[in-house]
C-alpha cells in the first residue's frame, strides 16, 4: 500500500470510531525516531527505557503496559509502566539479543483500581457501605474473569463483602478495612477488564546491536602495502603477520579497502595521475576487471582460502575484518557487459562516468539506479554483501552510500539484518548533515562525521554536544577518525607528533566508536599532494608502500595505553553520558563521561595547543560525580600513572604537549575495606 | 481500520518496494503536531509557511512542491517550494476561508534540470558536444509529455540542438549557449517527468479558523445578574440593555453561563448551602428540570424568541455571544428519565452524583461515557450544540472538557467545524498540562490557561514564553483570565484597583486572548466565601446580586482604553512574537510584541508591585523593532499618550502603580512626508 493511502487511513475519520468508550490517552511515546517510521537504536543486553505521557479524564485510576516482542518471534511481553509524575509514565525491558524489536503502549482506566482508589477517600458511614456493595460487584466482575482457584476465591470475596455491607452492624471502618485488603488488591489486580484498552496509535520499532555497534575502535590498512619489501605487493599473509601488532595496539575491527580486482581501463596512476605506468596498481576503488567483481578477490592478496584463513586468524587476535562496499564499477567490471542496463549511456555509446565536474573519475561507472532493472540490480548488490558474510565478515564499511539510491538502503540493510542481526554497517557519507542523518535513520549502525574538521574548543563542543544528545543520539552512531586515506587534515601535515597525539586522544575519549587510518597514523605521514590539498602525497589509494613500523617515533605505544584505557573504562564506551566542563582557557578541553551505571568516572582534559604548556581551573564538582560535598576524591591519570587529590569545585591542571596531550582521568572515590582501612576504589 | 492496523502497514516491507526507484528524500515537513496526528491551527488570510527536509543521492537538482486542499474541495493545489539553505524547502499557502486544509510536500529528481545544472559546469569542447546531444533527448522527451504549441516548439528546439551537436562547425560556447537559453528552460520546465516522484509519508491537516479564534476580548456575565432592582431575576432584556456600556469597553464576545432550566433536586443554596430557601435560584450549572434540558431556556431568563432577539442586539453592537456547555444534568433533568442508561446507577437505587471525595456535587449527575448506548449519548450532546448553533451561537466556551471522554470532542468538534467551520470552542480545563494539551490537540479553538495563577516576574516570563513557542503555540491558544466566577485569586482579595489594574493589563497586553468575569473585575468585588478560598462570597453561581454600574471606582474607562489599544495595534492580536525584554527590577516585567509583518511593535513594561513605585532600565535595541542602529525613535504611551524619545540600548522607566499600572508604549519610527517634513509614524 503506497504511503500516501496509509495517511488517509490515518486521517479522522468522518463517522464515529468503532468503539468510543476508550478513555485511556497515551501521547508522546519516547524514544522514537520520526513517530516510529525509523528505529530507534540500542545495545543488547542494555535495559531499554520508554516513557509515555498516558492519562484519562476525570479522576479514574488508568494501567498502562508497555508491550513488546522481538520481529519474528511469536511471543508478546508486556511490562507495566509506572507514574513518574506530570502524567508521564514509565517502563523499560531489556532486550538480550540483537534483532528488530517492536515496542507500543497500552493503557486502560481500570475499574477495580478506580473503586479502590475511591474508596480510600471515602468518610462517611453510608458513603462506604454503598462503596462496598459497588467493590463486590467489581470483586465478583474479576471473579468471572479470573480462572482456576483464584476464581472461586474472589468469588468468596465478592460475597461476604456483599454480606458485609448488607450486614448495618458491620461498622463502616471494619468494612473499609475488608474491602481495601491487600490480598484482594493483589487477587483482583491479576483480571482486569481490557475490553476498553487503548493502544498508541504506532508500533516502534528498536534496532538492538551487539556490543560493537556503541563501542569499537578501527584500525584501517591498505593490505597491499602490508608487505616489507619495497615495490612487492603485499598479500592477506603479509597482513597476518600485522596482526600481533594491531592486536598490542588494542584495536578490535580491521579494515580493508575493497580487495576486489582492479580494473585496468583508465586505471588512475601514482598521485591520481591519468597517464599509468606498466606497474601501476590502480585505485582498489575502481573495482572489477577481467579477473572478477565485487564477489572476487585481486589474486596479487592471495586465495579465497587465503582471506578465510586471515579472517580466523584475525579472530584469534580479537580482530574483526571490515570490508569495503564500494558499489561501483571500472569500466572493465564483468557488470558492464553482462547487465548493460545498469548503466547510464550516452548518446556516443558510452558510460557516464562518475564526475562532480570539473573532477572526473574516468575508473568509475556508477550504478543507474534509475534503470528499468532495478530489482535485478537490488538483488545483485544484496548478494555481494551476502556472499562475504558467508566468506566470516561481519562488519562493512559502506563507501558513499549518499551517491546510492536511499530506498536500496532501507531495503538491503533491513533485509540482511533480518538474517544476520549481527551485521554492522558504517557510513562513510562526508555530506549535509541531513544527509547523513537520513541514511543513520535508514539503518546504518555507525557514522562518519565531521570530527577531522572541528579543531577548535568551541567547535567540538558544539558538535559533540550535539552528537550526544536526542534526537540524533537514538539513532546516529559517531566513529570518529582524525585521518582517512582521503583526509590528512592541514593540521596533521607539520607531522609535529604532539599534533598527532591529540587529535587521536580526542577521538579515542570524546567517541566510544574511532579508528585511524594506519601506518600513515602511528608513523606520522604527513606530507600532502600538494599544498592546500586534503590528499597524501604517494597516497596508497594508488600505488604500493612499504612501511617501517619500527620508526622510534611511532604512536604504537600511545595508541596501545589509549586503547586499553578505553576497555578499561565502560564510560568511555558510551556517548551518551558526555558533557563538557567549565575552563577559562580556550586552549584546554575538560569533559567527563559515566558509565550507563554512574560508577566509572573518566574526566579528559586535552591540551589543544600542540606548542605551548597551557594551564587552568576545571569546574567539577563532587556531586555531579557521586562524591558526598565537601569530600575530596583522587583523580588518577590513566596516561601517566599519576594521582592528584581533588576537593571543591575548582581543580587546577597543567599540560605540557611535549611531554602528554592529555590527562585522562579516572575518579577514584574513597571507600574502606573490612578492616576499616580506607583507599580510593 | 484500527490504528495499530495502519501502523503495521506503515512499517517497512519485508520486500521490496513496489518502486524503487523513487530517489528523492523529504523528511521532517513542519509545522506538524504529532507527525500530522493532529492539525496545525493558523487564521484565514494568514499566509501558512511549510518547510520540509528534500534532498537526493549525488548531485541531481530536485524540485518540490507543497501540496494542498480544502477538505471537501476538489482542488488540488501545488505551490513550488524554494531551497532556503542546509536542505531546507520552504513553501507557502494562504488559506482565504476557514475550514479543514490537507498539505504535504511532493519532490522528483529533475532529469532536465539535473543535465542543464551539469551543463553549466562543463567546459571542455567534448564534453560540451556530448552534454548537448544528452539534453536534445530530454527536451524531446518534455516535448512528448507536452501538448499543444508548446510540444511543437520543444520538438523543434530539440531537433535543432542535436543537430547543433552534430554539426563540428558549432563551436563549444555556442553549443553551450544555445542548451542553456532562458526560453528552452522556462518552457521545458512546464513538463517535468515526475513517474518516480516522492511523496512524504503523512497528508497533514491545517484547521483555519476565522480571526476571532487568535483575537478576542471576553466579557463574562450572568444574565440573572443583569436586572437593576435587587432580588429581582435578571432577563435577556436586562442584558439587553447592558449591551452598550459593554460595547464601550470593547469586548467583542459576551458570555453566559448556563441559561436552561436548573435542577430542584438538591439544589444549592447561597454560598453553596446543601439547604435551600424557596427563594434560592440554584447553579446554572446544574441543569435540567422538568421545564427542559440542554435545549431549553431557563423560563425566568425570557423565550426563546428572547434569546434570539439579544443575539440579533448584541451582534449589532460588535458582540458575540458564546454558550456554556455544560455536559451533565441536575437529578432532574429529562435525560435521567428518559435514557436511564446514560447515567451510572448504584447498587442502591441511585446515580452516582459527581464527586471529588470529600468534595460532593449532589446536584450534578454526569454522564457515563462507557455506557452501552454511548452512540446515543454522542448523537444528542452533540444534537445540543447544533440546537445552539441554529439559534445563533457561533462561539461555545465548554465546560470540564478533561472529565468527559476525549474521543467524543475530537469526533464532536471535527464534525461541527466540518459543517461550520466558523465556530469557535473554548476549553475551560484547569487541570494538568499534558491534559489541557492533549484537549487543544482535538480541537478546541482556545484553552484556559494557569495565568489566574502565574504571578510573579519569574513565573509570567517562563509560562508566556512557553505559550508563544512551539510545538504547543501551534495547536494550543491560550485565552487568559485574571478572574472567573470560580477563582477570585488572593492576589485581588484586598480589592485594590492598582492590582486589579495590573493583572488586566498583563491579560490583554501578553495574551491575544483575554477575558474577565464581570462586572464583579470593573467593579473591584474581593471578598472570598471564607479566608483562604478562591471562591467568591455571595456569589452569583447560586444567588442574584445586582451591580451598581455607577460606581466611580469602576474599571471600566480603563478597560475601555485597553481594549482600545488591543484593537488598534496588530502586534496586541498575536502570541507568537512575544519576547521578554531584560531589565534589573524583579518588579518591572518587559516585554515586546510585533504583527506579522513587524510594521507595529508595542513594548509593555508592567509595574508588579501595586504598592510602590518602580523603575530600571529596559534592554531593547533599535535593529530589534526595524529601526537604524544608533538611530533614536519614538515610543508612545497608549495609555498616558505621553511620548519618549529612545536611543540606544537602555531605556530607562518609572512607573507609579497609584497612578498607571503600565506603559503600553507603541513604538513610532522617524519617516518624512512628500515635504521633507520628518515626523514619527
Known sequence: ?????????????????????????????????????????????????????????????????????????????????????????????????PGRYIYTVLAWVDGFASWRHELTRRVEEDDIRIAVQVGALEVDAAAKRATGEDAQVLARLATELQQAA???????????????????????????????????????????????????????????????????????????????????MGFDVLYFPPIHPIGRVDRKGKNNALVTEPDDVGSPWAIGSDEGGHKAILPALGTPEDFRHLVAEAGKHGLEIALDIAFQCAPDHPYVKEHPGWFRWRPDGTVQYAENPPKKYQDIYPFNFECDDWQGLWTELKSVIDHWIGEGVTIFRVDNPHTKAFPFWEWCITEIKREHPEILFL?????????????????????????????????????????????????????????????????????????????????????????????????????????????????????????????????????????????????????????????????LLAYAKASDDGTNVVVTVVNLDPHQTQSGWIGLTAESIGVAPGQSFQVHDLLSDQRFLWQGEWHYVQLDPQHTPAHVLRVRRRTRDENDFEYFL
Request: glycine share 6%.
Open 1 to 97: 500500500m503506497p504511503e500516501t493511502q496509509v495517511a488517509a487511513l490515518l486521517s479522522l475519520p468522518h463517522g464515529m470510531p468503532r468503539e468510543g468508550r476508550v478513555r485511556a490517552v497515551i501521547d508522546a511515546v519516547l524514544p522514537s525516531v520520526d513517530g516510529g517510521r525509523f528505529a530507534v537504536k540500542r545495545i543488547a543486553g542494555e535495559r531499554f527505557e520508554v516513557t509515555a505521557h498516558c492519562f484519562t479524564d476525570g479522576h479514574d485510576v488508568l494501567r498502562v503496559e508497555l508491550q513488546w516482542w522481538r520481529e519474528g518471534d511469536t511471543t508478546v511481553y508486556e511490562t507495566p509502566m509506572t507514574l513518574l509524575n506530570n502524567d508521564i509514565w514509565q517502563g523499560a525491558f531489556l532486550p538480550e539479543v
Open 166 to 248: 448488607a450486614d448495618r452492624s458491620v461498622e463502616g471502618t471494619r468494612l473499609k478495612a475488608m474491602a481495601l485488603d491487600a490480598s484482594l488488591e493483589t487477587l483482583a489486580s491479576r483480571y482486569p477488564d481490557r475490553r476498553l484498552e487503548a493502544r498508541y496509535g504506532a508500533e516502534l520499532s528498536l534496532v538492538v546491536d551487539r556490543p560493537r555497534a556503541r563501542f569499537s575502535s578501527w584500525y584501517e590498512l591498505f593490505p597491499r602495502s602490508a608487505g616489507t619489501e619495497l615495490g612487492k605487493h603485499g598479500t592477506f599473509r603479509d597482513v597476518e603477520a600485522r596482526l600481533p601488532a594491531i592486536q598490542q
Open 427 to 587: 557510513a562513510e557519507a562526508f555530506t549535509r548533515p541531513k544527509v547523513m542523518h537520513r541514511l543513520a535513520k535508514l539503518g546504518f549502525s555507525q557514522s562518519y562525521t565531521y570530527f577531522t574538521w572541528r579543531n577548535t574548543k568551541e567547535e567540538l563542543t558544539a558538535y559533540f554536544t550535539e552528537l550526544s544528545q536526542p534526537p540524533g543520539h537514538d539513532y546516529f552512531r559517531p566513529n570518529v577518525w582524525p585521518n582517512t586515506p582521503d583526509i590528512l587534515h592541514e593540521q596533521l601535515q607539520s607531522g609535529e607528533a604532539p599534533m598527532f597525539r591529540l587529535r587521536l586522544t580526542l577521538a579515542a575519549t570524546l567517541a566510544a566508536n574511532y579508528g585511524i587510518y594506519g601506518p600513515a597514523y602511528e608513523l606520522l605521514e604527513h606530507l600532502p599532494r600538494n599544498p592546500g590539498s586534503e590528499e597524501y602525497l604517494d597516497s596508497e589509494k594508488y600505488q604500493l608502500r612499504t612501511w617501517n613500523h619500527d620508526d622510534r617515533q611511532s604512536l604504537a605505544p600511545f595508541i596501545a595505553r589509549l586503547n586499553s584505557i578505553r576497555k578499561d573504562n565502560p564510560a568511555l564506551q558510551t556517548n551518551a553520558t558526555l558533557r563538557f566542563l567549565p575552563v577559562e582557557n580556550n586552549q
